[in-house]
């Protein structure tokens, strides 16, 4: 059987093209399990003890498990609180981001406060992680450390530690003895996440999986590793960069687009309470082009700068380069600009860039991002301690966006002193009025926020 690593679609003969994704080139061949000898229903995967017969939903007693911290608050926030027992996290990103480290770290510390610890590592021998473990001063903890990638063997360990956490190291390095197919193929793969899911969840042992990425960001091997676990968290950062950002992208147990930031220095990664501080640290003072939008992740509102830079182009094709923002959203952005603001930018340069190499990917930046680019235009600055926010539609009207206040009180903290938002967002009970230090200006639409920004 040829089994598309991209898709899952599987064809009796190889083809260069799969003809279900359109993916080159992903056919591997892989054999068949053959179904084990007796009963049907003899071989059965069970999630719970009394597998078989349906239950009422009134007689299902609610199991109170507390949640296990990790002793990594930042982590603890993007998991929606700590580790759920039983849970299945999936943990993605780029080689040397940092994944091993933050789960090296938090292994050390459930060690020592929620029971022995098995950490499975595929990729390096347990002398290599016990070198990173002396910088990360992991200490005496009972932390057991496993240099295996036969899945079998895995599952062997597990059930003689009884570990009350699994950290298994990429699950890409993972093979079962069942398959013949080689290690990080999309049968291998998911044959050994349903196994540890199974384990995860009979044995009420949460787990953690490595996974690696490949070259567009997204998780190597199957998309169905994805729906398996109960919560895929990235990894996000930027090699020239310290900090690094933890996203969830997926929880049954929390909130998603919870983020955590972290900060990796020579003893492994440091949480950082206070992002916003951390992103607005370089910011140029009375510089044009630069403004500071309040955006939320999850449940935390972060400020960050955005830098737009307009100069006229010496080709014939302009170019629009954003990092940060979506490419798509700055066209549009840009479209608005000069039909609603009168602004000329047909043969310019436009670079937008979030500073720090942060993403924002919610339309409350667009207000952020438009006033960055007629700032560089106008060549005028945007006064140090004015924020803002809010949503710009294609008539120029500035929209309404959630969670203001959460903005507001952000921006109020960080010492700004006037916040530019969204008119429909001001309560009309206490119009003109200030939270805390900073004034609140209601705008309706572009030509109104670009007259309060750029005076
Ligand atoms: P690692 O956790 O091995 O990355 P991954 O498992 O995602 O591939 O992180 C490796 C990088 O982190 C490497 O470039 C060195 C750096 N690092 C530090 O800066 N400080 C530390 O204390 C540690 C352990 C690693
Ligand atoms: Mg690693």
Redesign the pocket.
């Known amino acids: 059987m040829f089994v598309c690593q991209e898709c899952g679609s599987q064809s009796p003969k190889w083809l260069g093209r799969c003809a279900d994704c359109g993916a080159w080139n992903s056919l591997v061949e892989e054999r068949p399990q053959e179904a084990p000898a007796g009963a049907p229903g003899v071989h059965r995967y069970a999630l719970a003890g009394n597998a078989g017969s349906a239950r009422l939903y009134s007689d299902i007693e609610i199991e109170q498990h507390a949640r296990l911290s990790t002793g990594i608050d930042e982590f603890d926030r993007v998991l929606g609180g700590g580790v759920v027992p039983g849970s299945l996290v999936l943990l993605g990103?780029?080689?040397?981001?940092?994944?091993?480290?933050?789960l090296l770290q938090a292994a050390a510390n459930m060690a020592r406060t929620a029971g022995p610890v098995l950490y499975s590592s595929g990729e390096e021998s347990e002398h290599q992680i016990k070198l990173?473990g002396e910088?990360?001063e992991v200490g005496a903890a009972p932390l057991y450390l496993l240099a295996e990638t036969c899945l079998e063997r895995i599952l062997e360990e597990i059930a003689r530690i009884k570990p009350a956490l699994v950290i298994v190291?990429s699950v890409q390095t993972v093979f079962s003895l069942k398959f013949q197919s080689a290690p990080g193929s999309i049968g291998q793969v998911r044959e050994a996440a349903t196994q540890l899911l199974f384990t995860a969840k009979g044995q009420n042992i949460p787990t953690f999986l490595?996974g690696h990425v490949t070259k567009d960001g997204s998780l190597a091997g199957p998309k169905a590793l994805e729906h398996v676990v109960d919560t895929v968290l990235y990894?996000e950062g930027e090699r020239h960069h310290s900090h690094r950002v933890v996203r969830a992208v997926k929880n049954r147990f929390g909130a998603i687009s919870e983020l955590g930031v972290f900060e990796?220095?020579?003893?492994?990664l440091r949480p950082v309470p206070n992002p916003s501080k951390l992103f607005l640290a370089e910011r140029p003072s009375n510089a044009p082009g630069s403004a500071v939008l309040c955006s939320v992740e999850g449940s935390r509102p972060i400020l960050v700068e955005v830098q737009a830079l307009v100069s006229s182009s010496s080709y014939g094709t302009a170019r629009r380069m954003a990092s940060g923002i979506d490419q798509q959203r700055l066209s549009l952005l840009l479209a608005v600009l000069e039909k609603r603001a009168g602004l000329n930018l047909m043969g310019d340069d436009v670079f937008v860039n979030i500073a720090g190499g942060m993403t924002v990917d919610e339309p409350a930046s667009d207000l952020g991002v438009l006033a960055a680019i007629a700032s560089s235009v106008r060549n005028r600055v945007i006064p140090q301690t004015t924020a803002m926010f809010g949503e710009v539609g294609l008539a120029g009207e500035v929209r309404g966006i959630a969670q203001a206040t959460l903005r507001v009180r952000e921006a109020a903290q960080m010492g700004f002193r006037r916040c530019v938002m969204p008119e429909a967002n001001i309560d009309p009970a206490d119009r003109g009025q200030r939270a805390g230090d900073c004034e609140l200006v209601g705008v309706r639409t572009v030509g109104e926020a670009l007259d309060a920004l750029l005076q």
């Open positions: 990103g780029e080689p040397g981001i940092g994944k091993s480290t933050l990173r910088r990360l190291d490595v990894f990796m220095t020579s003893t492994g």
